[in-house]
T-cell receptor, first 110, second 112 residues
Framework: EDQVTQSPEALRLQEGESSSLNCSYTVSGLRGLFWYRQDPGKGPEFLFTLYSAGEEKEKERLKATLTKKESFLHITAPKPEDSATYLC???????????FGTGTRLKVLA | DADVTQTPRNRITKTGKRIMLECSQTKGHDRMYWYRQDPGLGLRLIYYSFDVKDINKGEISDGYSVSRQAQAKFSLSLESAIPNQTALYFCATQDLGADTQYFGPGTRLTVL
């Protein structure tokens, strides 16, 4: 069964304290892995798409990486405004449907 | 103006009432999706549509129905609302030939 698991469920960091969020997946034939940011009461906002192992994408303090079994979202020197829930999803092969993980709630303290 | 809009943004209703949530998009995308989000369960797919004549059930379609009135409009109905349908509901769109889904701002629905 295709599945996406994110860890940790919640993470508290001090401002400037770098860390990583994990997204592990089981899907036959990965077509794309997606990272989204979601602020409370708002819709998910697209961050990155990764397609193949070894690929990396960066945006400001965020860098997403991909292996054959998992993806990491690295946050370098985070700021309080990076506080949000980060969602990971994979495309169910051949369907154009996403399978979402339950997300990691990140809180960055000033 | 937002590319994907949802109305209403908040709704409180009573058990047994019929409710319609609406989604409109100006992105020109053919594919549209309805999700619900519950704490600890993540986003789950209710229905999806690849064009006006193509509507498909997702993993949790029981108790819901949809209507694709035009390329830009996709409505979700709860025929007889029940309390466990209390959730955040999101609409999303996706372009043909593209992988990324874009989400609306959501509707918070409370069924008493």
């Amino acid at each position: 069964e295709d599945q996406v698991t994110q860890s940790p469920e919640a993470l508290r960091l001090q401002e400037g304290e770098s860390s990583s969020l994990n997204c592990s997946y089981t899907v036959s034939g990965l077509r794309g892995l997606f990272w989204y940011r979601q602020d409370p009461g708002k819709g998910p906002e697209f961050l990155f798409t990764l397609y193949s192992a070894g690929e990396e994408k960066e945006k400001e303090r965020l860098k997403a990486t991909l292996t054959k079994k998992e993806s990491f979202l690295h946050i370098t020197a985070p700021k309080p405004e990076d506080s949000a829930t980060y969602l990971c999803a994979v495309e169910e092969p051949g369907t154009y449907k996403y399978i979402f993980g339950t997300g990691t709630r990140l809180k960055v303290l000033a | 103006d937002a590319d994907v809009t949802q109305t209403p943004r908040n709704r409180i209703t009573k058990t047994g009432k019929r409710i319609m949530l609406e989604c409109s998009q100006t992105k020109g995308h053919d594919r549209m999706y309805w999700y619900r989000q519950d704490p600890g369960l993540g986003l789950r797919l209710i229905y999806y549509s690849f064009d006006v004549k193509d509507i498909n059930k997702g993993e949790i379609s029981d108790g819901y129905s949809v209507s694709r009135q035009a390329q830009a409009k996709f409505s979700l109905s709860l025929e007889s609302a029940i309390p466990n349908q209390t959730a955040l509901y999101f609409c999303a769109t996706q372009d043909l030939g593209a992988d990324t889904q874009y989400f609306g701002p959501g509707t918070r629905l409370t069924v008493l």
